[in-house]
Nanobody, 126 residues
Framework: QVQLVESGGGLVQAGGSLRLSCAAS????????MGWFRQTAGKGREFVAG???????LYADSVKGRFTISRDNTENTVYLQMNSLKPEDTALYYC????????????????????WGQGTHVSVSS
């Protein structure tokens, strides 16, 4: 099993940037594909971005070209660089770990991930 702790959320104006971090402990970090999800009051837990064990990435259409997911296996940390933020990006952002045997596959549904952090808030004002 793995424990996940998110950080880096905050309040920014539209067009600004934030960098979220997710520190993992326990388990073997390189054995997990990692993902970022977000949740608002009116929606379920929505896939934002994911990165495979080998570093391949996948993005939701709504953030493609603006967000970048990356991982540092020496630090057991996954990042989400968020640029050109929009008010609709406002949400509670969760980090998740997917125990998978596939080196390159990225799941996009929350039920396919095994471990979750507590979330970090991102608020984008207009």
């Amino acid at each position: 099993q793995v424990q996940l702790v998110e950080s880096g959320g905050g309040l920014v104006q539209a067009g600004g940037s934030l960098r979220l971090s997710c520190a993992a402990s326990g388990g073997t970090f390189t054995s997990y594909a990692m993902g970022w999800f977000r949740q608002t009051a009116g929606k379920g837990r929505e896939f934002v971005a994911g990165i495979s064990r080998r570093g391949g990435s996948l993005y939701a259409d709504s953030v493609k070209g603006r967000f970048t997911i990356s991982r540092d296996n020496t630090e057991n940390t996954v990042y989400l660089q968020m640029n050109s933020l929009k008010p609709e990006d406002t949400a509670l952002y969760y980090c998740a770990a997917d125990r998978t045997y596939d080196n390159n596959y990225v799941h996009t549904r929350y039920g396919e991930y095994d471990y979750w952090g507590q979330g970090t808030h991102v608020s984008v004002s207009s």
